[in-house]
């Protein structure tokens, strides 16, 4: 089974949503990246997730909204814009936190599950889950996923370690 097929299959994809909307980014000219577990599964050994977080160019937001909205439902929460469909579990969430911005500046085209999709780098993906466990407002099982996160790119990458926060640096160790 390709990498594809399996992320299809995994998000009871009815056609391969990603890729559509990874075409709807390419022929806009969109500057993105992504981060996120899927960015961390460009790293290490891959995790299911059915979350796609995007970092999109803030400049290129508006219009891109526009051609997105006449295929995927669109809801704006705090920190970011999710789009759905119901053609698919997959839940694409962009990241629209200003914090993010820079990462698009270090990404690098990465393959995660068949995908060619420019992943922000290493350290950029760390700071994101970092950023992620140390919010209190997220569930605590989702905080438990970005700390699994943060160990899966410190096993690969141990000097990673020195970039954690002194608490966190603790509980990873």
Known sequence: MTGKLFMNKVTNSEYDLLQEFLDILNAQNVKFCIIGGLAVNAYAEP????????????????????????????TKKSHSINLRTNKSDLRI???TDPRYQKFLTHSKIKTVLGYKLPVACIEDVLHSKIWAYKDITRRPSKRQKDLADIMRLIEVNPKLLKLLPNSLRKQVK
């Open 93 to 95: 969430q962009l990241k």
């Open 47 to 74: 995790v299911v997730s059915l979350d796609l977080d995007v970092v999109i160019s803030a400049n290129q937001l508006d219009v891109l909204l526009k051609i997105l909205g006449k295929r995927f439902s669109i």
